[in-house]
């Protein structure tokens, strides 16, 4: 199954691929080593993200880094066009969906790039399959305790929603307004998958409250379980052997504290301390290419 879009003035197929029964919407780029790269975008972290939100419309990484490395992109599961399944998500699961998309481009080994919330993700990876993983850059990590108590508060008004109105309600609210989780708390982390398949929005509205609830709390506070950089214990980054870049942002879902945590707990990391304000698209690229190419030599 594949869509159309256009990326760079250029018209592009999107496959599909089936990984653990979910489908997977990504894009390749063809040039070189391959880059997995999760996207940005918190609960809406599509392809698109990398060229259109924030820093990223800025300084244009799928634009350099596709000259020299095959970059991969994908919709994170629930997202976007991929799709989903309830059920308590962790870090794990969203690893699972990278690996699994190596997997099915039968590619050994890559460089991980993750953006936002996509640099959880990254690094679990990176402690779950070392030997797979050839260099992360972590680029405005997610963290500190503004980013935890939203993500918790997000989280609460979905579930005041459901307690008051119940699953139907969800799935009415998405198909009238169509706004991502992060845009509406009260549509929940399925709301993507809610608005494009009417078959999980006919079987989300028939499962048992009570058990929902349950998945949807216990997914909250496995998912944003400290004030630091969430998605791995600390003790594990510290055992990690792999070259890292780190690049902080600076606002409340990104707090400079939280990239300066990745960069205390991986022995090899790189610290790009420049200001957010001069990260812009010649420097920054720049120092993402020359990263890459030195951890590629040295791979």
């Not at 799928?62 to 919709?75: G, Q």
């Not at 996509?118 to 405005?140: N, Q, T, Y």
């Not at 991502?180 to 929940?188: I, L, N, S, T």
Request: hydrophobic share 40%; with cysteine; glycine share 8%.
């Amino acid at each position: 199954m594949q869509d159309r879009v256009t990326h760079h003035g250029i018209r592009l197929s999107m496959p599909t691929a089936i990984i653990d029964g979910i489908a997977t919407r990504y894009e390749v780029m063809d040039s070189g080593p391959p880059l997995l790269m999760y996207s940005p975008g918190g609960f809406d972290a599509t392809v698109e993200k990398w060229s259109t939100q924030s820093v990223y419309a800025k300084i244009k990484p799928l634009d350099h880094l596709s000259k020299k490395y095959t970059c991969i992109a994908f919709d994170r599961r629930e997202t976007g066009q991929s799709g989903g399944r309830v059920e308590r998500i962790a870090w794990s699961d969203y690893v699972a969906q990278g690996r699994g998309l190596l997997d099915h481009l039968k590619i050994e080994c890559a460089h991980l790039m993750g953006g936002c919330m996509g640099c959880s993700p990254v690094m679990a990876f990176a402690v779950a399959h070392p030997e797979r993983v050839l260099s992360m850059v972590i680029f405005w990590p997610v963290g500190g305790a503004k980013y935890r108590i939203s993500s918790h508060q997000r989280f609460a008004e979905h579930l005041g929603f459901v307690q008051q109105h119940g699953l139907e309600a969800v799935a009415a609210l998405v198909a009238k307004d169509g706004k991502a989780f992060g845009a509406d708390p009260r549509g929940g982390p399925w709301a993507s998958v809610l608005k494009r398949d009417s078959a999980f929005a006919e079987a989300y509205v028939k499962q048992d409250l009570d058990r929902y609830k349950l998945i949807v709390a216990g997914m909250a506070r496995s998912l944003f379980d400290r004030d630091t950089g969430p998605g791995t214990e600390p003790e594990d980054l510290l055992r990690l052997d792999i070259p890292a870049l780190v690049v902080p942002g600076r606002d409340a879902a990104h707090a400079t504290s939280a990239a300066r945590y990745v960069e205390e707990c991986l022995p090899r990391a790189e610290y790009w301390g420049v200001p957010v304000a001069d990260q812009t698209e010649a420097p920054t690229s720049a120092r993402l290419l020359e990263f890459l190419e030195k951890a590629s030599t040295a791979a």
